[in-house]
């Protein structure tokens, strides 16, 4: 790693005029959990540039079940290393995804969160800076659950207050660092319960596949994605 060095997406457009190569970090919604159909939005983005006709970009899902920022961290650097077999080249950027689990209230509505909001920012910032010195970064942000199906597993209540104050503190982050945050639980709330309701699996957590298929489409046709992508 170069001491003191933050990537941009800046700094990819110049370097780069070969097929690139991503990683995607985070949680269930980079693993993809709850699409029999297409495997998540990350596996259908992957799936896209295997297409004869495409870029020929290389995807990686590092995605985990359950990681909260600090398991993301913890284990971002090394995967992101051993992921340089084509041409010994380290990825060219990382998509990263993760706040969720950090979010949910543990036992009650009222218990403490699973990561204390004050320390999730410590590492969060610690994540980000760690990742921006690794390549570029894009940050794709969480979607809103159903709150009528909590608590997931009998003991975690996600809500959509906690949600927001964890993703608005991402947020601003990653505009502190110029790195680009695609924000989907406003995107998702401002299309109505009834629809997210419909792109979300019986568990009130994950998307089904509608919602991952949903997610690949604001993903793909946000800006600088595409700007990667082309």
Not at 113 to 137: G, I, M
Not at 182 to 199: A, M, T
Request: glycine fraction near 8%; hydrophobic fraction near 35%; aromatic fraction near 10%.
């Amino acid at each position: 790693m170069q001491a003191g060095t933050a990537y941009s997406l800046g700094h990819l457009h110049r370097v780069n005029s070969h097929p690139l190569k991503l990683v995607a970090f985070g949680d269930s919604l980079i693993y993809g959990f709850g699409d029999g159909v297409g495997g998540g939005w990350v596996e259908r983005l992957r799936r896209q540039w295997m297409l004869t006709e495409s870029a020929g970009h290389v995807l990686y899902n590092l995605g985990v079940r359950g990681d909260r920022a600090h398991q993301v961290a913890q284990r971002l650097e090394n995967e992101f290393r051993h992921r340089g077999e084509i041409r010994n080249r380290v990825p060219d950027a990382i998509i990263l995804s993760v706040g969720l689990n950090d979010s949910a209230r543990v036992q009650s509505l009222t218990g403490r969160n699973y990561t204390d909001f004050e320390h999730f920012k410590t590492v969060l910032d610690n994540l980000l800076n760690l990742s921006q010195q690794l390549c570029p970064v894009i940050f794709v942000g969480m979607v809103p659950v159903d709150e009528s199906k909590m608590p997931f597993q009998d003991c975690l209540y996600y809500n959509h207050a906690d949600q927001y104050r964890y993703k608005e503190a991402t947020k601003l982050a990653c505009l502190e660092r110029e790195i680009p945050y695609l924000d989907i639980f406003d995107k998702w709330i401002d299309r109505g319960n009834i629809w997210c309701s419909s792109c979300l699996t019986s568990d009130g957590l994950h998307p089904n596949a509608v919602g991952y298929q949903s997610l690949f489409e604001d993903v793909t046709s946000w800006e600088p994605l595409v700007a990667i992508s082309h």
